[in-house]
Nanobody, 126 residues
């Protein structure tokens, strides 16, 4: 069983930055593709970014491209989401997730992921 714990959320002014962390335990993190999703109040959860197990490939939602950067440190069993130039519309609960199974990986699809964290709140004030 894999456990994921997000941290790093908070309140920031528009234009500011935050770095989210996702710490994994209970599995072999270096084997897992992983992704970040977010859910704003009254909206469906949406894809933000994803990275393969090796870090060789990354994906971003158009809304965050050029502002957010995903990375991972397999030695620390941790993934990161650096968020710059934050906007009020980035306000949401941010979730990390990992794909531990052997099925085909669709990085933007929630059903591709087997384990999810509890989320961390990001609030961007205007």
């Amino acid at each position: 069983q894999v456990q994921l714990v997000e941290s790093g959320g908070g309140l920031v002014q528009a234009g500011g930055s935050l770095r989210l962390s996702c710490a994994a335990s209970g599995g072999i993190f270096s084997n897992y593709d992983m992704g970040w999703f977010r859910q704003a109040p009254g909206k469906e959860r949406e894809f933000v970014s994803a990275i393969t197990w090796s870090g060789a490939m990354t994906w971003y939602a158009d809304s965050v491209k050029g502002r957010f950067t995903i990375s991972r440190d397999n030695a620390k069993n941790t993934a990161y989401l650096q968020m710059n130039s934050l906007k009020p519309e980035d306000t949401a609960v941010y979730y990390c997730a990992v794909k531990a199974g052997s099925s085909v990986y669709f990085p933007t699809v929630m059903a591709s992921y087997d384990y999810w964290g509890q989320g961390t709140q990001v609030t961007v004030s205007s």
